[in-house]
């Protein structure tokens, strides 16, 4: 996520209130799957940094 798509990870982690491990776990681990409500969570941080990104490419 944070090459890919100029999203900071540090960033995400603030405004998204999720751990940073949850955050790495999402960025370095394809197995991990992630609860729908942290998926939530993902979105409105994503939103609140101005990024328009498609969630399915992450969790398909």
């Known amino acids: 996520m ?8 540090y960033e ?3 405004v998204s ?3 940073k491990s ?3 776990k999402l960025c370095y681990n394809q ?3 992630p609860r ?8 409105q941080g994503l939103r ?3 990024k328009d ?3 399915n490419e992450f969790f398909t």
């Open 12 to 14: 995400l982690e603030r």
């Open 2 to 9: 944070d090459e890919q798509k100029g999203v900071n990870i």
């Open 17 to 19: 209130n999720l751990s």
């Open 48 to 50: 609140k940094l101005g």
């Open 53 to 55: 990104i498609d969630l």
């Open 22 to 24: 949850t955050i790495l």
């Open 36 to 43: 729908f409500s942290t998926i939530i969570k993902i979105n």
């Open 31 to 33: 197995d991990y799957r």
